[in-house]
């Protein structure tokens, strides 16, 4: 459990908090395409194995697919969120279906990192996931949820979609570059997941959920079984279309 976590620090400094508020005004890739129906990605980062066996079998009994944001150096290591997956496992979540996708390799915070180590650490990651068998990812999400402007141009130039922790909607004009997500995680994980789809089904938009651990007892980042499992099936419910990060971006023509 003594990990990345228990070393980070967010920078809560006053350059840190005008840099988070800049950081969304350059560097963007707006959205071209508007969502035809709305859409929506169950995501996990860091993939402890809870959320590459539970959360998988979930999204599988019913059809579905997630987008696992994984980092290389943490494959079987322990972090806060539980013991992280192997790379048997990643293997067997691509060869069912779902996305393997790009944290950076050591769980590197973007926003306290220059452009060249964020770049190098996502280049890192992606020949890890070559000598696992697996392809190159296409998606990224921020370690943290957190960038400065220079990696968020370098990275940019190598995924199609790099998700950030902000919550909101992707539709048309949304930044790409720094797309929003919404965490089930919390006391108040699955209430709030279930406000945003709401707010997803009147504006026929693309919304990204994450969590990481799925068990009983779920960590502070995590949720639990039952509470994914409803909000899967109210999604489905309610007539959302359930894609991984890859595959609903390929529909919205980002390449």
Known sequence: MKAYADAYQPDRSLQGKLRRRVVRLVHRRPLAMAPERPMISFSFDDAPATAAHTGAQLLEARGARGTYFV???????????????????????????????????SHLDCGQASADAADGEAARNTAEFARWGLPAPTTFAYPYGDVAAGPKRALGSRFSVLRALHPGLIELGADLNQAPAVGIEGPEGEARARDWMGRALRARAWLILYTHDVRDDPSPWGCTPQALTRLIDEALAAGFELATVSDAARRLGVC
Request: with cysteine.
């Open 71 to 105: 980092c290389g150096g943490l494959a079987g290591q322990d972090v806060p969120m539980g013991r992280c997956a192997e790379a048997a496992d990643y293997r067997k979540l691509a060869e069912a279906g779902h996305e393997i996708a790009c944290h950076t390799f």
